[in-house]
């Protein structure tokens, strides 16, 4: 009888270890999953024990559908769900558990938008009518873009961006959509609409690509010790499927309201809502513009140039030419700190420090502008601090990002990176 008794003990003292980190799953994922259909079943079934089993289940079927990525959680639901189905658990153990299970419920259904629209976006190399959340964000409505938003999103642009969006470039890339095949681009769009007028003034991009395009000659310059070149591929750990977030641009007049945080939530959303359904990314990253190029900084330098003579002065390029980078991976350290600091010498930048804009010397990853939405939202994620407050609840990515340790040369910048897998 004794034994018995230490082994319904340890079982149950299984099943509550189980339990805590299987709640954080719970909580992370369940909204995502959540729809009338879950309500109705979860109300139809009379012990609470077969509840708590239901969403268990219906979270392991999700995570199925890519079993690599959500191995961790694949392993610790089927042991609790296996405990379950022996029947070893406590009346007071199956009280406790579902009043946790209703209070997420609970919050999930406070905060659950209302709003969905049907988008058609292509996934996978195949077009889908998919049902996405359309955020309410004061007086806007965040949603996913749509081939009627092209001409709005068009409308508005900004010179210092990489890539301008005019309609026939929003065509090509949405008709790509969501897609990893490689030698493709593609994007999934999401704006800010103003409500009343239905005007587009906030916009921002999710960019998928191939991890073969990441082994070309992209190259950066890592300070490890000293500095020493290494290819995009190893910046990405090599990710076959890679989504770039970017494209943030604001209308003048609509600036200060969070719009650029909001269509970053909804980004990442829609990213993570893939995840789950198994046409997730490897890695996703944002690319932060620094100030090397004259274009960028106040010295009309180029200090990227620079770089690149002092490495043709040491006889290890024979050209002072970007593509030149190529030949150096591998060979370790190509120059000292104290050689990129003499280069970089004159070169200023502005930071916020205790809500006061400083101009101070060019360090290690910094931006050219302070105010670049893509700077200011990689320093949220990193922070891990919400990324928007809708209707009065801060919203968190539900994706870890970390501050790369590479520079860019042409621009020296850096990278915010989220490996998931």
């Known amino acids: 009888m004794a034994s018995k008794t230490r082994e319904l003990e340890k079982d149950e003292q299984q099943m509550h270890e189980l339990w805590e980190q299987i709640l954080g799953y719970v909580k992370r994922d369940l909204g995502y999953l959540w729809d009338a259909k879950v309500q109705r079943k979860i109300s139809n079934l009379r012990k609470e024990v077969k509840k708590i089993e239901h969403v268990l289940k219906k979270i392991h ?7 690599t990525r959500f191995k961790k959680e694949i392993k610790l639901l089927h042991n609790l769900i296996s405990h379950l189905g022996r029947g070893k658990c406590s009346k007071e153990w199956v009280s406790e558990v579902h009043t946790e299970l209703q209070q997420t419920i609970s919050i999930i259904e406070e905060e659950k938008v209302l709003l969905k629209r049907k988008v058609s976006l292509v996934i996978n190399a195949k077009r889908k009518q998919i049902e996405l959340p359309v955020f309410e964000h004061g007086n806007f409505l965040i949603r996913a873009m749509t081939s009627e938003d092209f001409k709005q999103v068009a409308s508005f642009s900004d010179p210092a961006l990489t890539e301008q969006l005019d309609v026939p470039t929003l065509k090509k ?21 103003e409500k009343g007028t239905g005007q587009i003034v906030s916009r921002a991009y999710a ?30 750990k090599n990710a076959t499927t890679i989504v770039e977030l970017g494209g943030w641009l604001t209308k003048d007049g609509y600036r200060k309201k969070g719009l650029a945080q909001a269509v970053t ?42 770089l690149l003579d002092r490495l043709k002065e040491k006889s290890l390029i024979s050209e002072a030419k970007g593509q030149q980078l190529a030949t150096l991976e591998g060979k ?90």
Not at 208 to 236: C, D
Not at 355 to 384: C, H, Q
């Open 61 to 67: 079927a999700q995570y199925n559908t890519d079993p």
């Open 173 to 193: 890339l949405t008709k790509h959509g969501y897609t990893f095949q490689a030698g493709v681009k593609g994007i999934v769009g999401f704006v800010a609409e």
């Open 207 to 236: 960019k998928t690509w191939h991890g073969s395009n990441f082994t070309k000659p992209k190259y950066r310059l890592t300070p490890l010790g000293g500095y020493e070149v290494i290819s995009g591929a190893q910046l990405m």
């Open 265 to 306: 939530f909804a980004s990442l959303d829609f990213i993570y809502r893939m995840l789950l359904v198994g046409y997730g990314p490897d890695a996703i990253f944002i690319t932060n513009v620094g100030p090397l190029r004259p274009k960028d900084n106040g010295t009309g330098l180029d200090y990227a140039q620079k």
């Open 332 to 421: 370790g350290e190509v120059l000292s700190k104290p050689e990129v600091e003499e280069i970089f010498e004159g070169l200023t930048v502005f930071v916020v420090e205790g809500g006061d804009t400083l101009e101070m010397p060019y360090f290690f990853g910094a931006p050219r502008s302070v105010t670049s939405p893509a700077y200011r939202i990689s320093k949220s994620l990193l922070r891990n601090k919400t990324v928007v407050n809708i209707g009065g609840k801060d919203y968190h990515t539900p994706i870890t990002f970390e501050d790369s340790k590479e520079m860019h040369p042409e621009h020296g910048g850096n990278y915010t990176v989220a490996h998931l897998r």
